[in-house]
Structure formats: structure tokens, C-alpha cells
């Protein structure tokens, strides 16, 4: 009995381990607390109209082979096979369909620490990064609007490729490669905005992995990206949303002031929001609202110079990832914060793997510092 405590202690101790514990405790705290309100935001209606109207086979066959079940401008087969699922199981009940976006997030947990420990080599940034993408807005609401899980899905299967592509880079491992794909496949079925991700595959190719497997993966998948658009175009007969983007109108100075603000999160809201509101108020020096604003600010700023330090060309890629995968939501991301959850991915790994990094920097350091005032010690003890 003893030797098996022993065994589960040590397994609970690795990144892994702590990973499982977080998702386990997140879950315990935030399921019983998922609200019973009704299904509310963007589509729910629509989705659960046309699952009630039609939740058959032909049904579920209809959305690989055209539009899904949130309405004609789209291609995103496995959110619809999810929302029909929930719909078999809850009806239309909102706890349940929220319960299956709190366990998606959840899964997303130990996808984090599998592209850490995979892709970047650095298992422990996983437990980290998954506990820093709760302090972001589109994740810690994730759970209460089921029409998000396109993104939440979508991101999952990206950072599943990320790692395995990562991996496959470095190995050479067919197996990897073919991962890769499959995963990129799932991703591209869940939202259009995984089309980008080649793009970021080629920054990391071009700062970590400038080699034949490197070019394979690349030709590979932009292969298979630019057969699903072709693809996308014959089922639905247009390109991209129909004529959704036109309606979304607005001015493009507007649009990119945004993306700017998000890529500097919290800087920007801070410096141009929070401080002035604080200024001259009684006692603003030891305002709570202040203090929680600057150690944002420290925080966002010191994970950059760390990895800017330690890991310059993995801080490149990071950004590429927050950078490429917002541009395709520039104009929409001013309607709901869902569409920077992905990008959101990108920021939590900085703070995720700056924390290891600073570690990995300090600690032999420490260690040293150690073995010197054992060995003068030591010394001491012989005169």
C-alpha cells in the first residue's frame, strides 16, 4: 500500500501529473457553478432549431458534405457533430451544453503540456501555460456559451499539430508527419481560421527546423490546406463566409487599432484605461486595481524579455502564432472576444514557457552558488 502511495506521489510530481490534478480541480470548481441560464449569443437559436427540425443520420452525413448546422456560409463539420451530440444527450437543456464546453477546455489542459513537452521540449511549461489561459477573457468564458466551441475545438487540434509537427521537424518520424496532417484535417473542420496555420508552420520551420523534413511538412501542409479550400468552394459554392464580411463594417482604422490593443494586452488597456481612471484619486497608490495592473504589466513584459533572452527564436514563433492566427478574426473580432481564443493560446505560452526558462536560467546558477559554500565550508572545516 505504501509502495503504491509512493508511486502515485511521483507520478502526481511530473508535469503530467500536475497537469491531470489542474484539470481535475478547475473542473470540480467551475461545473457545479456552469450557469442554468438560457442558451443565449450568437447562432444558438439557429443551431438548435435546425437540430430539432433534423437531428438524423442524413443529417449528420449533410454537414461533411455541406453547410453545418449554424447555417449556410460555413464548412465546420465537427462542431456540428458536437452541438448533435449535446442535442442527443441534453435536448435542449443549457447545463449540459455547457458541461461539454467545460470538458473541451479541460482537454485542452494536457494539449498544452503535450506541444510543451513534444513540440518545445519543456514539459513543465505545460501545467504552467494551462493556469496562466484562464486569466484570459475568451478562455474563462469559454464554458458558458456553447456556440464558441468552433474555437475552442479549432485550437485544440492546432496546438495537437503544433506539437507533433514540431516533433516530426526535429525526429523525422513519419508517424509525426502523418499526426500532423490528420490533426490539421480536424482543425480545418472545426474553423476556417486553421487555413492559416502553414503560415506559422513556416516561421517555425524557418527559425527551428531549416532541414528536408522541415520543406516536407511545409509542402505538405499547404497541400492539404489548398485541397480543403477547394474542397470548401465546390460544397458550398463560394470561398470564404458568403456575405457575411460585408456586413461587418467596420472602418479598417478601427479594425487594426483593435489588434493592436490585443497584441499588447495588458499594456494597452492598462496604460490607456486603468491608470488614467486611478490617477489622482485619495490613496491611488495603494489601490488594488493598480497593484493588479502593474504585475500584469511586469508579468506580460518580463515573459518576453526572458524568452527574448533565453529562447529568442521560440518568443518569434509564439508571436507569428499570436499575430497569423488573429488576422483572419480582424473583422470580426470587435463583435465577441471568442475570436481572439486562439491567438490567446499563443499568449499563455509565453508566460508558460518564460516561467520554465527563467528556471532553467537561474537554477544552475543556484546550484553552483550551492557547491561553492559546500566546498568553502568544507575547506573551513579542514583548518
Given amino acids: 500500500m505504501r509502495t503504491a502511495i509512493q508511486g502515485l506521489a511521483r507520478r502526481a510530481a511530473t508535469p503530467w501529473g500536475v497537469t491531470i490534478l489542474f484539470a481535475a480541480a478547475w473542473l470540480a ?43 449556410e456560409e460555413y464548412y465546420r463539420p465537427i462542431p456540428s457533430v458536437l452541438h448533435w451530440a449535446d442535442y442527443m444527450i441534453w435536448g435542449a437543456a443549457p447545463y449540459g451544453w455547457r458541461l461539454t464546453n467545460a470538458l473541451l477546455l479541460a482537454a485542452t489542459f494536457p494539449a498544452l503540456t503535450w506541444l510543451c513537452a513534444r513540440g518545445f521540449e519543456r514539459p513543465w511549461a505545460g501545467p504552467v501555460t494551462a493556469m496562466a489561459l484562464l486569466r484570459f477573457h475568451p478562455a474563462e468564458e469559454m464554458p458558458i456559451w456553447p456556440a464558441w466551441r468552433t474555437d475552442l475545438v479549432c485550437g485544440l487540434f492546432l496546438l495537437l499539430t503544433t506539437g507533433a509537427a514540431l516533433e516530426y521537424i526535429r525526429d523525422g518520424a513519419w508517424k509525426r508527419l502523418l499526426l500532423a496532417l490528420g490533426m490539421l484535417l480536424l482543425a480545418l473542420m472545426s474553423k476556417e481560421v486553421a487555413i492559416v496555420w502553414p503560415a ?37 459554392g463560394h470561398p470564404l463566409l ?11 482604422e478601427t479594425q ?23 490617477a489622482g484619486e485619495p490613496g491611488w497608490w495603494i489601490s488594488a486595481l493598480l497593484w493588479q495592473a502593474a504585475l500584469e504589466d511586469t508579468a506580460f513584459v518580463a515573459a518576453n524579455v526572458i524568452l527574448a ?40 505560452l509565453i508566460y508558460g514557457l518564460a516561467a520554465v526558462c527563467l528556471v532553467q536560467m537561474l537554477l544552475p546558477r543556484l546550484m553552483k552558488s550551492r557547491q561553492d559554500g559546500s566546498q568553502s565550508d568544507n575547506a573551513t572545516e579542514d583548518h
Wanted: proline letters at 9%; zero cysteines.
Fill in 242 to 252: 458568403g456575405q457575411l464580411p460585408p456586413q461587418v463594417n467596420f472602418p479598417m
Fill in 309 to 348: 533572452v533565453g529562447a529568442p527564436r521560440l518568443l518569434a514563433v509564439l508571436w507569428a502564432w499570436r499575430v497569423i492566427t488573429y488576422l483572419p478574426a480582424v473583422p470580426f473580432v470587435r463583435l465577441y472576444p471568442f475570436y481572439y481564443y486562439i491567438p490567446a493560446l499563443g499568449s499563455a
Fill in 200 to 236: 506559422v508552420a513556416a516561421i517555425a520551420v524557418l527559425l527551428m527546423g531549416r532541414n528536408r523534413h522541415g520543406l516536407i511538412l511545409l509542402g505538405s501542409s499547404f497541400a492539404l490546406t489548398g485541397a480543403f479550400w477547394l474542397l470548401r468552394v465546390h460544397l458550398l
Fill in 256 to 278: 487594426l487599432a483593435f489588434f493592436y490593443r490585443t497584441l499588447v494586452d495588458p499594456l494597452y488597456i492598462n496604460f490607456t484605461v486603468i491608470y488614467p481612471s486611478i
Fill in 29 to 71: 470548481v467551475a461545473v457545479p457553478s456552469l450557469p442554468s441560464s438560457p442558451l443565449i449569443g450568437p447562432d444558438m437559436s439557429v443551431i438548435i432549431g435546425n437540430l430539432r427540425a433534423d437531428h438524423s443520420a442524413a443529417a449528420v452525413w449533410s454537414w461533411f458534405s455541406g453547410h453545418w448546422a449554424q447555417g
